[in-house]
T-cell receptor, first 112, second 114 residues
Framework: DTEVTQTPKHLVMGMTNKKSLKCEQH?????MYWYKQKAKKPPELMFV???????INESVPSRFSPECPNSSLLNLHLHALQPEDSALYLC???????????FGSGTRLTVV | DQQVKQNSPSLSVQEGRISILNCDYT??????FLWYKKYPAEGPTFLIS?????DKNEDGRFTVFLNKSAKHLSLHIVPSQPGDSAVYFC?????????????FGKGTHLIIQP
């Protein structure tokens, strides 16, 4: 298995909803990442987990809450989002260094 | 301040010819560079990478050149094929470790014309 799987592929949520994005990889990668990509912009790093510990939080608002239950799973919990949070959310994973740095297909999030 | 710059938003190349995509960076701590290809509504797909100890890396039709003194890298695709039409992102990281995450350029939309 050489893939990073993200679910759901599409999500529409209201500003008062609570939802979660999920990311899974079975490549034994020790680092996992969340990126956010707005239309016509490059992906921007949000969070990095290294060996299941949060190592980087790029000043992301607290309405985004990451969680790494085990070495294969990465969640992003969403609460009280704003319409400007609508974007493509990408998960990635890598082995040591950049070996096998792989992105998932993303979750297209729309906040209404 | 953009640390990774792709100054050409789009590039049109005839099928069979060489495509050259350029990328400049400002952070001298960057020591690992990657190129990704992206189709709409999909995640980026890794193409090729280069570490700062090299000046060239080749993989099939793709070659990446790194000029550290100029803080410039380029991706050559030869020959270009219709399936190469996509947005290409240059990405960089410091300290040789993936755990720092990647900094992306804004991308270049490559269009291969038949």
């Amino acid at each position: 298995d050489t893939e990073v799987t993200q679910t759901p592929k599409h999500l529409v949520m209201g500003m008062t909803n609570k939802k979660s994005l999920k990311c899974e990889q079975h490549m034994g990668h020790r680092a996992m990442y969340w990126y956010k990509q707005k239309a016509k912009k490059p992906p921007e790093l949000m969070f990095v987990y290294s060996y299941e510990k949060l190592s980087i939080n790029e000043s992301v608002p607290s309405r985004f809450s990451p969680e790494c239950p085990n070495s294969s799973l990465l969640n992003l919990h969403l609460h009280a989002l704003q319409p400007e949070d609508s974007a493509l959310y990408l998960c990635a994973s890598s082995q040591s260094g950049f070996e096998g740095y792989t992105f998932g297909s993303g979750t297209r999030l729309t906040v209404v | 301040d953009q640390q990774v710059k792709q100054n050409s938003p789009s590039l049109s190349v005839q099928e069979g010819r060489i495509s050259i995509l350029n990328c400049d960076y400002t952070n001298s701590m960057f020591d690992y560079f990657l190129w990704y290809k992206k189709y709409p509504a999909e995640g980026p797909t890794f193409l090729i990478s280069i570490s700062s100890i090299k000046d060239k890396n080749e993989d099939g039709r793709f070659t990446v050149f790194l000029n550290k003194s100029a803080k410039h890298l380029s991706l050559h695709i030869v020959p270009s094929q219709p399936g190469d039409s996509a947005v290409y992102f240059c990405a960089a990281s410091a300290n040789g470790g993936g755990a720092d995450g990647l900094t992306f350029g804004k991308g270049t939309h490559l269009i291969i014309q038949p």
